[in-house]
């Protein structure tokens, strides 16, 4: 048979699960398998094709790849379509739909590359047999897709036709239910399969449409997938061989375990999901395999039955400033309502990753996923019954050495908490390297939605060359456990992080990819921070004062936010009545943060609200390309000490560059505004040509924090106007 290039999509994160799942489908298959960003790779023949649509669980979509070419324009990309033989693809009268994706190349309108693309093919079949196949959105013969990337084109075909997660049973469903591929991949992750059903329970306690129950069902009773559909993208396409694709359907059908009885609960409070969900079920054939009962989750009862319990929930999504009294008391709800399994695990999928704390169980596994358009958190937990969780912890141990530490850490906080109460501060510095052999700095950030709860992060200092690293590393073991004394906190609520001089595209990269984001409140604004993805936490505390100056001067006025990181100083100039924020960085995620920040806020995009991606050194010099004019009130120019990220045209040095810098950024300043110039470089100099040409205000001490005082030098700041004439 006729060996094709397949690529079969499945959904983000779940590649290695993905990869094996397909190796096992095609273990009797002559097919060579490659894990890929986003899918697999197969070399394989027809028949992979067949049992991937009809048993795969984790795939999307199986395309088979025609051609590789040059695409850098519309001539090019015509030619290369046209010169195929379509005819052995499909007939002059058959139907075809096409579809385009396309990144970082010169065509760059995805419905005009799917009409160039459609017209080479009806253009040969009319040139050949003077007839041509018609366009059919909705489930054509052949669905022709187009992927362009660099200027360099694939094109497949679609050979699922829809997306596999269309199983066909869920034909209603409550809310938005998650993809049935996506559903099935995190079953899959949390250990469910045919052999754990055996001694496992699964237990749903937020069903909505059933779809969790409905898969883990499918999956014990080996159940293929692709049963029920009645569309596949291959069934008019000229190359379907019906002989080996009956074979395939007949020995799915033969592989179902009708005598599987696994204990299958789903529950939730709304009567009208359950129907749903049960209607569901008897359309996927499962309706006896699966526990429905209409209840709340805060008076969940379960089954008595002392298998360990495999609990998977997508609990509801709501606005984080509505999360307090809703999600909350839920997510508490949960957490407590499934303490009366003797044992097991939990998984859940959250886009509010910050209330997860309240389920009050040992987190055990966490992958950043995306649930449509929302960024969510998928996480594991492990269940105790009350009984075990009475046990009483041992306490950890203080050695002589970090005594001393302990001590100065309980000093800090007893005068810190009452000048942050006063003030209404809940993000505040408690320590930073007032110990020479403790050289670290401690931050506390405080959760606007629970405010019982606080996260510590500590970041220890690099330590220098002199110092032994076994000695370095024990000296941080040992402030890890006098921060959790001094403070009874857990592991989860202590992030740490070494702190060391970042130069280059360093600065940018992440250290881990937890994704999550916890919500805190500053002054009248509110900020997501993140705690264990980058060095820093997307809020510098050290500038709290600079952003309230902003936000008390920013009335009435615009504001020209530079190097704008998460858009703090932006929240801050919106909520103070700001008549225009422009919110410009190079980087993409933080700008995506800041969007972010800026609409937790209910600060919408809007005329008076931009966000431009943008090298600032380019931008300045040509401030017109990004329809930016002169006459900001405000302008805030905050720069790295460093950079030479492959995204500026030039490096940037502070030290050197400040000078060209704030003379171009004074250009697009109205004549009786402000420049906020900001810096953290230590032992920079501000150049003397600057005092020459501008009115400067040193007001570094001024805008120095009371948390920050013991390292006056975190920052220096200054106020520059334009000379009055």
């Not at 302990?406 to 408690?430: D, F, G, P």
């Not at 820093?536 to 009435?556: E, K, P, W, Y």
Request: hydrophobic fraction near 40%; glycine fraction near 4%.
């Amino acid at each position: 048979m006729t060996e094709l290039k397949l690529f079969v999509t499945g959904h983000k994160g779940f590649e290695t699960l993905h990869f094996h799942e397909l190796r096992d489908i095609l273990q009797n298959c002559e097919a060579k398998l490659s894990k890929q960003y986003g899918g697999v790779e197969i070399l394989g023949t027809v028949e992979a094709v067949y049992r991937i649509c009809m048993q795969s669980r984790l795939s999307n979509r199986v395309f088979c790849e025609l051609a590789e070419f040059d695409a850098s324009d519309e001539e090019k990309l015509y030619k290369a379509v046209y010169q195929l033989d379509w005819s052995q693809h499909l007939g002059s009268r058959n139907s075809l739909a096409v579809s385009a994706t396309l990144s970082r190349s010169n065509l760059d309108h995805s419905h005009y590359v799917s009409l160039k693309v459609k017209d080479a093919i009806v253009d040969q079949f009319r040139d050949r047999v003077n007839s041509r196949p018609v366009i059919e959105k909705q489930q054509p013969d052949l669905h022709i897709h187009i992927n362009i990337h660099r200027n360099r084109a694939k094109l497949s075909l679609d050979l699922s036709g829809e997306s596999l997660h269309r199983r066909g049973y869920r034909t209603e469903h409550a809310g938005a239910p998650l993809k049935e591929h996506l559903a099935a991949s995190m079953i899959k992750q949390a250990g469910w399969d045919a052999e754990s059903a055996k001694n496992h329970r699964f237990v749903d306690p937020m069903c909505g449409s059933g779809t969790f129950a409905i898969e883990a069902a499918m999956i014990a009773a080996n159940i293929p997938p692709g049963l029920d559909r009645s569309y596949f993208g291959f069934s008019k396409w000229l190359q379907h061989d019906l002989n080996i694709w009956q074979a395939c359907v007949d020995e799915a059908e033969v592989q179902i375990d009708a005598s599987a009885s696994p204990l299958i609960e789903a529950c939730d409070y709304d009567a009208a999901a359950i129907k749903i969900a049960r209607a569901n079920a008897a359309r996927a054939g499962v309706e006896d395999m699966i526990c429905f009962s209409h209840q709340d989750v805060n008076d969940l009862t379960l089954v008595k039955d002392d298998r360990p319990a495999i609990a998977l929930c997508n609990p509801p999504y709501e606005k984080r400033l509505q999360s307090e009294q809703g999600l909350a008391s839920l997510y508490s709800a949960l957490g407590s309502s499934l303490k009366q399994l003797k044992s097991g695990r939990l998984f859940m999928i959250s886009a509010n990753p910050d209330l997860l704390h309240r389920l009050r169980l040992q987190r055990s596994f966490k992958k950043a996923v995306k649930n449509g358009p929302l960024d969510c958190l998928f996480a594991g937990f492990d269940i105790e019954s009350k009984t075990e969780r009475q046990v009483t912890k041992p306490e950890k141990q203080i050695s002589a050495t970090s005594q001393p530490l302990l001590n100065r850490l309980q000093k800090n906080v007893r005068h810190l908490q009452r000048w942050a109460k006063r003030n209404e501060v809940s993000c505040y510095r408690i320590y930073d390297a007032d110990l020479p052999e403790f050289a670290f700095a401690l931050d506390v950030y405080q959760s606007e939605i629970t405010p019982s709860l606080r996260w510590y992060h500590l970041q220890e200092y690099q330590a220098p060359k002199t110092i032994d690293p076994d000695v370095a590393t024990q000296r941080i073991e040992l402030a890890k456990t006098a921060v959790l004394q001094a403070f009874d906190i857990d592991d989860s609520q202590l992030f740490c992080k070494t702190r060391q001089r970042q130069r280059g595209s360093k600065q940018y990269q992440k250290l881990d990819k937890q994704g999550e984001l916890f919500q805190v409140r500053e002054g009248q604004a509110s900020f997501l921070v993140n705690l264990s993805d980058y060095l820093d936490s997307g809020l510098f505390l050290d500038h709290r004062i600079t952003r309230q100056r902003v936000n008390q001067m920013a009335s009435g006025k615009s504001l020209l936010n530079l190097f704008c990181y998460t858009g703090s100083v932006g929240v801050q100039a919106a909520l103070g009545g700001a008549s225009l924020v422009v919110n410009v960085d190079m980087s993409a995620s933080y700008l995506k943060w800041a969007r972010e920040n800026h609409a937790i806020n209910q600060l919408d995009e809007d005329d008076r609200l931009r966000f431009i991606r943008a090298d600032i050194v380019e931008l300045l010099g040509r401030p017109q390309r990004h329809d930016l004019e002169a006459g900001f009130d405000i302008i805030f120019l905050d720069p790295p000490s460093f950079s030479n990220s492959a995204k500026m045209v030039q490096n940037l040095d502070i030290q050197r560059d400040h000078e060209s810098l704030v003379s171009n950024a004074m250009r697009l300043l109205d004549k009786q505004g402000v420049m906020l110039f900001s810096t953290n470089r230590r032992g920079f100099k501000l150049a003397e040509n600057l005092n020459s040409m501008f009115d400067i205000k040193d007001i570094s001490r001024d805008t120095i924090p009371e948390d920050f005082k013991r390292r006056p030098g975190i920052h220096k700041c200054w106020e520059i106007r334009h000379s009055a004439p």
